[in-house]
């Protein structure tokens, strides 16, 4: 670590955690948007319990949510930003950070879609705790989201991507380089472990509590 990190430091960490705060703006707009269309889409997709006495246009429809899951779930991410951000114009055109929230967004309905068709179909069978289990499931598509949301600095998002390459380039050694990249990695891996020291700990709760229940 030379003097020149140590200069650099005081500039780019303020920086880096205004552009990080993009990231999580990002990921909010997009499970915004998702959300509701993962909800939708999950519950058309659920059969039902009767299919024979459900009504033509109730199976139509869990057909036709099934094919946009499934679009969606295979739509990549980058390729949709880009596809959004050029192929849009006039009216319909979107800033690069919408571009990059619309993305994600598809990602995220496909995965809630999907997260709560099972369960729905799991609460069917009598399992319990499915509800906070799906919101666990959403917490862990909005963190997937934040990191995901980095390559917005492809299009010109100044996120934490595109600071943190930035300040790279500004540094003279391949070491103050190395020790730069491996603090925003630490910041990452933290903000990581602690969603999922979380995540964990709330599911420990609810098996433990759902064991309970079912011992009575």
Do not use: K
């Amino acid at each position: 670590m030379t003097q020149a990190l140590l200069q650099a430091l005081p500039v780019f960490v303020p920086d880096f955690g205004r552009a990080l705060l993009v990231n999580l703006a990002i990921a909010a707009q997009a499970l915004a948007i998702g959300l509701p269309a993962g909800l939708l889409l999950g519950l058309l997709c659920c059969p039902v319990a009767d299919p024979g006495a459900a009504p033509a246009w109730r199976r139509l429809a869990g057909h036709a949510a099934a094919g946009v899951v499934g679009l969606l779930r295979a739509a990549p991410a980058f390729v949709v930003m880009y596809v959004l951000l050029h192929a849009l114009s006039g009216a319909w055109a979107v800033s690069a950070q919408s571009a990059v929230a619309l993305a994600l967004a598809a990602y995220a309905a496909a995965y809630l879609a999907d997260h709560l068709l099972a369960t729905l179909v799991d609460r069917r069978a009598g399992a319990h705790g499915g509800a906070l289990l799906f919101v666990l499931g959403v917490v862990r598509v909005y963190f997937v989201m934040v990191l995901s949301s980095g390559f917005g600095a492809a299009i010109g998002v100044t996120e934490a991507t595109a600071v943190t390459l930035r300040a790279l380039e500004r540094l003279p050694t391949f070491g103050d380089r190395l020790w730069l990249l491996a603090g925003v990695v630490l910041v990452f891996i933290a903000l990581r472990q602690t969603v999922q020291a979380a995540i964990h700990g709330v599911r420990w709760l609810v098996e433990r509590r759902t064991g309970r229940l079912a011992a009575r």
